[in-house]
């Protein structure tokens, strides 16, 4: 049997970015609570307290000066970067499962929240999203005419 020899011309980065986006966008069709707006995906775990929702990002190495929060409606809207602690130019790898560059996740909050109570801190790797819960309005009852 003939020993062929092929040569890969890509970019290991390049390849790697595009295989992490075919499995996102296959993946996140069964998660409505979170979806992904591009760049390496931070997982998210959320869950609720007595009268609070928390939100918690697993975001180690992400400086928090590169961090942006913002809700609206029932969105909360992160984004930040995570930049490579070695900048070594061209390199060759070896292996690589951390993802570095920016990031950004819309997660769908499945209760009303309180704008005024929502509070965010980072530690030990991890973003902490506290939100208070809303009391319910009223419900009112409408007639058809």
């Known amino acids: ?3 062929i020899k092929i040569k890969v011309e890509r970019d290991l980065e390049q390849l790697h970015d595009r295989v992490r986006r075919l499995v ?3 993946f996140h069709i069964s998660r409505p609570m979170a ?3 591009g760049g390496w995906v931070p997982a998210v775990d959320i869950y609720e307290g007595p009268d609070v929702i928390y939100v918690v990002v697993e975001a180690a190495g992400v400086d928090t000066d590169s961090l942006h929060l913002i809700f609206e409606g029932q969105f909360l809207h992160l984004s ?25 996740r819309i997660i769908r909050i499945p209760v009303a929240i309180d704008p005024e109570q929502i509070e965010a801190h980072y530690e030990n790797g991890m973003l902490i999203v506290e939100m208070s819960r809303k ?7 409408i007639e058809v005419s």
Do not use: A, C, N, W
């Not at 930040?80 to 950004?104: A, N």
């Not at 009391?135 to 009852?141: A, G, L, Q, S």
């Open 1 to 3: 049997m003939p020993l």
């Open 24 to 26: 996102d966008d296959v």
């Open 35 to 37: 979806f992904s707006e």
């Open 80 to 104: 930040g970067q995570r930049h490579s602690p070695v900048s070594l130019g061209k390199r060759r790898f070896y292996q690589m499962e951390i993802e570095y560059g920016p990031f950004e």
């Open 135 to 141: 009391e319910p309005k009223e419900t009112v009852k």
